[in-house]
């Protein structure tokens, strides 16, 4: 820490941020370097809202990657529970894997 100074005022930031939005936006640029800056800018947009979520926002983001099923691997979490198994299966994944396993049942006896 040095005593609770920041090194780099907002406005330098602010004005380096400008200038990769005029590179971003720039003709004279070609496709990778404009990419490089949107890419660039993106990052720094992501890390901003991150920084201003609240500690509940935080939370759910991280409940959201406990609510994955385990079958089909996309999020539980937007699913009405009348559509699930568990948090960590959908019912849809459950019938298919109940289908599975009979059709094995079935090719046993055979
Ligand atoms: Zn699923």
Known sequence: ???????????????????????????????????????????VFKQVDRMRMTKEELEVESAKKEWVCDECGKSTYETEDDYLVHPKLHLGCALKQEKTVKVDDVSDFM
């Open 1 to 43: 820490m040095s005593g609770g100074i920041t090194k780099i005022s907002p406005n330098s930031i602010i004005a380096e941020l400008y200038n990769w939005k005029l590179e971003a936006e720039s003709s004279y640029n070609d496709g990778w370097i404009k990419k490089h800056y949107e890419d660039q800018l993106e990052e």
